[in-house]
């Protein structure tokens, strides 16, 4: 599981969440998004994050509309 999160640069979490998913266990309600963020997304620092939250708030707005 390590091997795999790592070649995917994600957490082992987020393998272990989609291996259950994908055998159709309920896995919780984590948002796709959420689970594709790598660990080394905490190293961010407080600016980067506001950018990233402030595009993904755009990006919901634009769907809202559609």
Known sequence: MTAIAT???VTEE???LAAGASLGL???TR???VMLIP???A???DQCV???VNLVRALCAIQDAV
Do not use: F, H, I, P
């Open 43 to 45: 190293e961010l620092s």
């Open 14 to 16: 987020t393998v272990l």
């Open 31 to 33: 948002s796709r998004l």
């Open 50 to 52: 506001a950018a990233v």
């Open 7 to 9: 070649a995917l640069d």
């Open 26 to 28: 309920k896995t919780g």
């Open 39 to 41: 660990d080394r997304a």
